[in-house]
């Protein structure tokens, strides 16, 4: 792949690893440190994100036409410095609610933008037929960092106090922006014709952009359907686990570590798939296998056979998952034209976040209503009906057939 993938690649497992250390550790510093209510947690996952996706709107556009890796850089600083100021306020006993709110706001926005700016930057420095390698290297990195961070994450809050894995995330991300400007190479700046400035039409252009195309449209919808409703199931999961079925604490981290080693199996055997099936047959597949499993956490019981089922079936969605999510990001590449790539990817980012929160929140309520098997339930039974969005034709355009931005001259490859 290259010194230059090496480099990025390095620079994503060290930011990787940091996220998963400081997995969920805006709530374990809302409750430990500031002594915040059930609402105060609530509010906090799901207004950060939501808020923090609305306003990475407008840097989709804006970051289109700029160079990609040092918008990656900056990206990184920025979410290095915010985080900082947590440990900072923190010691000096001064870290507040609003403090913390206004941290997971800036980082969710950074984060929207950074992805959107390196789908864009991996497009132009890997070969098209080694996208899908490349992405599977990322997934694999990505399940095995979850595997060790929370883990380790809780161990280090326990040993030196609730914002350390934060100050080790900050770091995370110092060094994830030494490293992508350890790639080099020229990167030429995109050239835009027509209007010179922002328009309020370019913050749209993702959005027509995925709703207008045949082979994306379907992605979208099933992607933005299945993974909300996965997650929608994980707070009442929680409730229920921790509370009347009395799992402790670890059991229930150990429950969702474990199977986490899926993620691997699926990262490594999805290249191989679909040189062997082909690139939709394995969508079509995987998007399908990955939303039965989620119904079975209804029947959760106490005890080990509890824990084993709970174990089994998140295996299954994982190593499914691990299968469909390269592959998809990898097609969403390839359909997608290299002058619109950033405004895309922040457009199915920004619905993405704002679509889970909104279901969290909504989830939540109907837990509190009908109990939280019920709305685990719920969330399983519409998630059997998603893998109906893929059904429909996702044959790849011709370059023909996929109009230029009118924003920006045509790139040739």
Known sequence: ???????????????????????????????IALHAGPAQVALLAAAGPAVGAVAAVPLGPWVEF?????????????????????????????????????????????DITFNAASGAFLKGLV?????????????????????????LGGAAIGLFGPVTTVAANAVSFLLSALGIRAVGGGEPRPERTG??????????????????????????????????????????????MLGPLGFAPWQYGLAFAVPCLGGLIGSRTAGPLVARHGQHRVLLTAGTLRAVWPLGLALVRPGLPGLLLVMVL????????????????????????????????????????ATTAALTALWGLLATLTGPRTAIAVAGVLLLATPLLLRRPTARPSPASVPPSPAAPPQSR
Request: proline share 6%.
């Open 1 to 31: 792949m290259g010194r230059q993938f090496g480099w990025l690649w390095a620079a994503y497992s060290v930011s990787a690893v940091g996220t998963w250390l400081a997995f969920d550790a805006f709530s374990v510093i809302a409750v």
């Open 66 to 110: 700029r160079r990609k890796r040092p918008v990656m850089v900056v990206m990184d600083v920025v979410r290095c410095a915010v985080l900082l100021t947590l440990p900072a306020a923190y010691a000096l006993g001064s870290l507040g609610f609003g403090q913390l709110l206004t941290v997971s706001v800036i980082v969710a926005a950074a």
């Open 127 to 151: 070969p098209a037929d080694r996208l899908l390698t490349a992405n599977a290297r990322f997934e694999s990195t990505n399940w095995t960092a979850l595997v060790l961070g929370p883990p």
């Open 195 to 240: 209007a010179t400035r922002l328009r309020a039409a370019d913050l749209l252009d993702g959005w027509r952009h995925i709703l207008t195309s045949p082979a994306l449209r379907p992605l979208f919808f099933n992607n933005l359907a299945a993974n909300a409703l996965i997650m929608v199931a994980m707070p009442p999961l929680a409730v229920l």
């Open 314 to 353: 998140e295996f299954g969605v994982i190593t499914c998952s691990a299968v469909y999510s390269p592959v998809y990001a990898t097609r969403r590449l390839e359909c997608t034209p290299n002058d619109r790539v950033v405004r895309t990817l922040s457009a199915w980012s920004v619905t993405g976040k």
